[in-house]
């Protein structure tokens, strides 16, 4: 199913095999956005939305180049990456795990020179302004 469909979970989604096209997770709502792209929560496939109605390319889950500190393995990915600015939406901020793992992200862009777009949920409702930068070229 995956070959036909990009991915096992497109392919449930496609076919109708999930309700309302959503996979609740212990972490969130699994979903696509319109442009087919894999999401794992509904504020997500809202900024993924957002990217593809304003016409913006956009990368899902870039990976980070490699840093000593922040990223070792080099297996640490951003939520989006639109030319050389990423986008990470801190969708759990207020966990203390994820906060520290989010800190870590935002240092690592900053490590390494890549500007760096920060969404938290209360951002959602006014991603016209937040997102504002990409509009312009060589973001």
């Given at each position: 199913m995956s070959?036909?469909?990009?991915?096992?979970?497109?392919?449930?989604?496609?076919?109708?095999a999930l309700p309302g096209g959503v996979l609740v997770t212990a972490r969130?709502?699994?979903?696509?956005?319109?442009?087919?792209?894999e999401c794992h929560s509904l504020d997500e496939q809202r900024i993924d939305d957002w990217l593809q109605a304003h016409g913006i390319?956009?990368?899902r889950e870039p990976i980070y180049p490699l840093h000593p500190e922040f990223n070792p393995t080099g297996r640490r990915r951003g939520d989006w990456r639109v030319g050389?600015?990423?986008?990470?939406y801190f969708g759990l901020a207020g966990d203390e795990r994820y906060d520290q793992k989010s800190s870590e992200k935002v240092a690592l862009a900053a490590a390494v020179g890549i500007p760096l777009i920060?969404?938290?949920?209360e951002d959602i409702g006014?991603?016209?302004?937040?997102?504002?930068?990409?509009?312009?070229p060589n973001c």
């Open positions: 070959k036909k469909f990009g991915s096992w979970f497109a392919g449930l989604v496609k076919t109708g969130g709502i699994r979903c696509l956005a319109r442009d087919g792209h390319p956009h990368e050389n600015t990423f986008i990470e920060a969404i938290l949920p006014n991603l016209d302004a937040r997102l504002a930068p990409l509009r312009q």
